[in-house]
């Protein structure tokens, strides 16, 4: 597997435009993950999903943000419209979680978003 | 929100040397886990302990879990170059919203040669 794939790597946007950022998690992974990282706040968790269905969004900033996992193999993390205060790097990782065993997250490398 | 917090924020030593990062949390948990991150890159996970468990080897990884004092320690012996990166611990409580997994806000190491 090429392990969890995100695009595009790096976005330069104009504020008041629409973002979309995409993730391919492993394969037969059930849970996917939507991070961002800035250097004043860390890495924050933003939403996760389970087999699909998003279980916890309270880490979403504002309405602006939105996520979707229309199936297994696929997820967006849309903003619109963008802000220059959106400005990060932005994870995407996922997981196969065996019961309270705890897993492993796969993260991929990350968008660069800048809001210009 | 974050749940853990490493200390120290930053941590400087020379090759060879041990290198000890602490990690504290909030709330009840079912693990703890340490990863790492290399700049411009993503994280990497490098252990997990459970609650259940109070110290666990990985090669020159060292973790140790508290749960008492809701703490966690990572010590790398013989420290090299190549371990220079952050460090940041993440913890899972199923207790509420089942599967999250939240981060400190990382423990920059840099090992000098």
Not at chain 1, 36 to 64: A, C, H, K, W
Not at chain 2, 20 to 26: E, F, L
Not at chain 2, 43 to 59: A, F, Q, T, W
Request: hydrophobic share 30%.
């Amino acid at each position: 597997d090429a392990g969890v794939i995100q695009s595009p790597r790096h976005e330069v946007t104009e504020m008041g435009q629409e973002v979309t950022l995409r993730c391919k998690p492993i394969s037969g992974h059930d849970y996917l993950f939507w991070y961002r990282q800035t250097m004043m706040r860390g890495l924050e968790l933003l939403i996760y999903f389970n087999n699909n269905v998003p279980i916890d969004d309270s880490g979403m900033p504002e309405d602006r943000f939105s996520a979707k996992m229309p199936n297994a193999s696929f997820s967006t993390l849309k903003i619109q419209p963008s802000e220059p205060r959106d400005s990060a790097v932005y994870f995407c990782a996922s997981s196969f979680l065996l019961g309270t065993a705890g897993a492993e997250a796969f993260f991929g490398q990350g968008t660069r978003l800048t809001v210009v | 929100s974050q749940q853990g917090e490493e200390d120290p924020q930053a941590l400087s030593i020379q090759e060879g040397e041990n290198a000890t990062m602490n990690c504290s949390y909030k709330t009840s948990i079912n693990n703890l886990q340490w990863y790492r991150q290399n700049s411009g890159r993503g994280l990497v996970h490098l252990i997990l302990i459970r609650s259940n468990e109070r110290e666990k080897h990985s090669g020159r990884l060292r973790v140790t879990l508290d749960t008492s004092k809701k703490s966690s320690s990572l010590l790398i012996t013989a420290s090299r170059a190549a371990d220079t990166a952050s460090y940041f611990c993440a913890t899972t409580n199923y207790g509420g919203s089942q599967g999250n997994l939240i981060f400190g806000k990382g423990t920059k190491l840099s090992v000098k040669p």
